[in-house]
C-alpha cells in the first residue's frame, strides 16, 4: 500500500498563473482534507471532503477549489495564484466511522509551493 | 477560533528529561489528537483520546484529557535525541462530521 501520496512534491509558479495538486488514497478511506503550513506554524485547513462528490470548506478557503470525483483522488485547484498561497500543501485521509467521528488521519509527504 | 492552542511554542530539555506541552481548545469536540512532525516530514499521528476518556498511555507518551477546562495535555517520558520534532494537536469536531483542526504547535528540542 502506497497510503496517501501527493504530486507534484515541489512547484514553482507566477502570480496569476493555475495549477492543480493532486491527493491520491489507497486505503479506502472516507474522509480526505487539504491543509496549508506556513513556516513556523501549525496546519490550516482549506477544504476537505466526506465522500465522494461531496466538499466543504476549512478555516482558509479562499482562492482554492476542489474536487472529488472519485473516492481515492483529492484535487485542490489555485485557479490565479498569489504569494500569499506560497506554503506547503498537505493532503490527508482518514476511514469514518459510524457516528461520522474522524479519527487517526493519515498524512501525504506534503508539495512545497512558491508563488513568485 | 476552534483550533488547539499549544503552551508551550518552544520546549527545551536534556536527555533524559521528561517533556510537557498542553493543548487548549474553545469548542466542544469528538477527540483530541496528538502528532508529530519531524522537519521538512509529514505528520505522524501519535495518540487518541476520546472525549469520554481521561487519560490514555501509549509506550513514552501519556496523554491527558480534562473537557472541563477544555484542556489536554502530552508527556512524553525519558526523553531522546530522537523525539526532537514538532508536535500538534488536533481536534476533532462533533459537527460539522468529519472537520478536523489543528494547533500551532510546540517544537521539543532533546539535547544529547
Known amino acids: 500500500n502506497a497510503g496517501v501520496t501527493q504530486t507534484p512534491k515541489f512547484r514553482v509558479l507566477k502570480t496569476g498563473q493555475s495549477m492543480t495538486l493532486l491527493c491520491a488514497q489507497d486505503m479506502n478511506h472516507e474522509y480526505m482534507y487539504w491543509y496549508r503550513q506556513d513556516p513556523g506554524m501549525g496546519l490550516r485547513l482549506i477544504h476537505y471532503?466526506?465522500?465522494?462528490?461531496?466538499?466543504a470548506k476549512g478555516e482558509v478557503p479562499d482562492g482554492y477549489n476542489v474536487s472529488r470525483l472519485k473516492k481515492q483522488n483529492f484535487l485542490l485547484g489555485l485557479e490565479s495564484a498569489a504569494p500569499s498561497q506560497t506554503s506547503v500543501y498537505f493532503c490527508?485521509?482518514?476511514?469514518?466511522?459510524?457516528?461520522?467521528?474522524?479519527?487517526?488521519?493519515?498524512f501525504g509527504p506534503g508539495t512545497r509551493l512558491t508563488v513568485l | 477560533s476552534q483550533q488547539g492552542e499549544e503552551d508551550p511554542q518552544a520546549l527545551s530539555i536534556q536527555e533524559g528529561e521528561n517533556a510537557t506541552m498542553n493543548c487548549s481548545y474553545k469548542?466542544?469536540?469528538?477527540?483530541l489528537q496528538w502528532y508529530r512532525q519531524n522537519s521538512g516530514r509529514g505528520l505522524v499521528h501519535l495518540i487518541l483520546?476520546?472525549?469520554?476518556?481521561r487519560e490514555k498511555h501509549s509506550g513514552r507518551l501519556r496523554v491527558t484529557l480534562d473537557t472541563s477546562k477544555k484542556s489536554s495535555s502530552l508527556l512524553i517520558t525519558a526523553s531522546r535525541a530522537a523525539d526532537t520534532a514538532s508536535y500538534f494537536c488536533?481536534?476533532?469536531?462533533?459537527?460539522?462530521?468529519?472537520?478536523?483542526?489543528f494547533g500551532d504547535g510546540t517544537t521539543l528540542t532533546v539535547k544529547p
Open positions: 471532503s466526506v465522500g465522494e462528490g461531496t466538499t
Open positions: 469548542t466542544s469536540i469528538n477527540n
Open positions: 483520546i476520546r472525549s469520554n476518556e
Open positions: 490527508a485521509s482518514s476511514y469514518s466511522t459510524a457516528s461520522g467521528r474522524v479519527d487517526e488521519q493519515f
Open positions: 488536533a481536534i476533532t469536531h462533533p459537527l460539522p462530521a468529519g472537520k478536523s483542526t
